[in-house]
C-alpha cells in the first residue's frame, strides 16, 4: 500500500487539491514517505522468500535472520525517527525470531550453505554435524539387513584395529585404509558443489572413500 502511495504521491496529492484536503499531507514529506518504503522493502522481500510454497525455505531461515540484522544497523544517514524505529526492530526481531537446530541442519544439507559461515559459534557447528552423523547412522541402522547389524556390532571400531598392530608400525604401509577412513558426512564436507545457480545434488556422485 505504502509502495503504490509513493509511486503516485503527486497524483494523490493533485486529488486531495482538488477536493480541498491537501492538509492531509502537511505532515508527510515525500521524502519520508519513499524512505519508509525503502525501508519496509527489505521486510516484504523477506517475508515473500520465506512462505513461497513451491520451493524449500527452511535453509533460508537464518540467511534472512543475518539480512534483516544488517539492515537495522544504524547509519549515518538516519534522522531520529529512524533510528529509533531501526533500534526497536532489532531488538524485537531479536526476541522473536528463533534459529531452531532444524533450520541449521536444512543449511548444512544446501550445498551452497553447508559450511555454515552463518554460525558464528564453533560449537555451534559442531553440534549441527554431529547431529547430522546421528540422523545418518540411524538410518543406516533402520536400512541394514539383520546381518549386516550383527557384523557392525561385532567389528572392531578402526581406531582399535590400529592399535592391534602397533608393533609393525615401522615396516606397515602408511596409507593404510584404516588411517584415511571417513564417513558419509565428511565427504560431503569435501564436496565441491558446482558454481551453477541451479543443479540437482542428487544426480552428483560423491567421492567415495
Excluded at 493533485?14 to 499531507?25: D, F, I, P, T, Y
Excluded at 533500534?87 to 536444512?106: D, M, P, Q, T
Aim: glycine fraction near 2%; hydrophobic fraction near 35%; include cysteine.
Amino acid at each position: 500500500m505504502l509502495e503504490s502511495i509513493s509511486c503516485q504521491y503527486e497524483d494523490v496529492r493533485a486529488l486531495l487539491l482538488e477536493s480541498g484536503e491537501e492538509g492531509r499531507l502537511n505532515d508527510l514529506s515525500e521524502d519520508t514517505l519513499n524512505a519508509m518504503v525503502m525501508f519496509l522493502q527489505r521486510f516484504k522481500e523477506a517475508t515473500k522468500a520465506l512462505e513461497a510454497s513451491k520451493t524449500p525455505t527452511l535453509h533460508l531461515t537464518a540467511v534472512w535472520l543475518d539480512h534483516l540484522k544488517r539492515h537495522l544497523q544504524p547509519s549515518s544517514t538516519d534522522n531520529l525517527t529512524f533510528s529509533s524505529l531501526k533500534a526497536k526492530c532489532l531488538r524485537i526481531l531479536v526476541e522473536k525470531y528463533e534459529i531452531h537446530v532444524l533450520h541449521k541442519l536444512a543449511m548444512f544439507l544446501h550445498p551452497k550453505l553447508k559450511s555454515l559461515k552463518l554460525l558464528v559459534e564453533e560449537h555451534s557447528m559442531e553440534t549441527v554435524l554431529n547431529e547430522v552423523r546421528c540422523l545418518v547412522n540411524d538410518i543406516k541402522e533402520r536400512c541394514a539387513s539383520p546381518t549386516q547389524r550383527i557384523a557392525t556390532v561385532s567389528s572392531a571400531p578402526p581406531e582399535k584395529r590400529a592399535r592391534q598392530s602397533e608393533g609393525l608400525s615401522d615396516i606397515e604401509d602408511s596409507s593404510s585404509s584404516d588411517e584415511c577412513t571417513l564417513d558419509e558426512v565428511s565427504a560431503y564436507i569435501d564436496f565441491k558443489s558446482p558454481r551453477e545457480e541451479n543443479f540437482d545434488v542428487l544426480s552428483c556422485n560423491l567421492k567415495k572413500h
